[in-house]
T-cell receptor, first 114, second 114 residues
Framework: DGGITQSPKYLFRKEGQNVTLSCEQN?????MYWYRQDPGQGLRLIYY???????QKGDIAEGYSVSREKKESFPLTVTSAQKNPTAFYLC?????????????FGAGTRLSVL | AQKITQTQPGMFVQEKEAVTLDCTYD???????LFWYKQPSSGEMIFLIY??????QNATEGRYSLNFQKARKSANLVISASQLGDSAMYFC???????????FGKGTRLHILP
């Protein structure tokens, strides 16, 4: 079945450690996004990518990094510079050329600090 | 300035009743799109319905309809004949044409009572 797969579902980070969240899609979508959600809050955009080998910072990019080497994959690294990484992380994708530009989401990764 | 406002942090509704979730937005762009997403306790964001600013009719998708009042900058979600499975967080979101980013409101938590 087509969809967006995020892994792992739960992730724990130690102080000073970098961790990478995986996002894979088989929808042949061009654009991909990473959002952060804190309890009781809406989604905030971290990074997005419209094409392979190109990405742009969102509203809260500090302490995060991404890569887009393949159309299907858009991994997010939470670096040690991100001092408050505990949150729910959602990946999304959408196809280009559609007037509606609907974003479809994965099931999310919950990151906690040990 | 906040662009999406959801004034109801939580709502309790009896099963089988209709429910309206409020959303107001702010934009100076005449061309934009409005979205509603559902987030159950599992965390995944599920796309429900889309309304374009130039659409002549209110959008409908099964039990979901969007009460779009352009002059009031209001895009309320109406769920008819509510079911227990409708209990979730609901997010209103907006995208201005030409912008690849979607802005989310803070959400409304809906509880359906048996």
């Amino acid at each position: 079945d087509g969809g967006i797969t995020q892994s792992p579902k739960y992730l724990f980070r130690k102080e000073g450690q970098n961790v990478t969240l995986s996002c894979e899609q088989n929808l042949n979508h061009d654009a991909m996004y990473w959002y952060r959600q804190d309890p009781g809050q809406g989604l905030r955009l971290i990074y997005y990518s419209q094409i392979v080998n190109d990405f742009q910072k969102g509203d809260i990019a500090e302490g995060y990094s991404v890569s887009r080497e393949k159309k299907e994959s858009f991994p997010l690294t939470v670096t040690s510079a991100q001092k408050n990484p505990t949150a729910f992380y959602l990946c999304a994708s959408r196809t280009q050329g559609s007037a509606k530009n609907i974003q479809y989401f994965g099931a999310g990764t919950r990151l906690s600090v040990l | 300035a906040q662009k999406i406002t959801q004034t109801q942090p939580g709502m309790f509704v009896q099963e089988k009743e209709a429910v309206t979730l409020d959303c107001t937005y702010d934009t100076s762009d005449p061309s934009y799109g409005l979205f509603w997403y559902k987030q159950p306790s599992s965390g995944e964001m599920i796309f429900l319905i889309y309304q374009g600013s130039y659409d002549q009719q209110n959008a409908t998708e099964g039990r979901y309809s969007l009460n779009f009042q352009k002059a009031r900058k209001s895009a309320n979600l109406v769920i008819s004949a509510s079911q227990l499975g409708d209990s979730a967080m609901y997010f209103c979101a907006m995208r201005e044409v030409g912008d690849d980013k979607i802005i989310f409101g803070k959400g409304t938590r809906l509880h359906i009572l048996p």
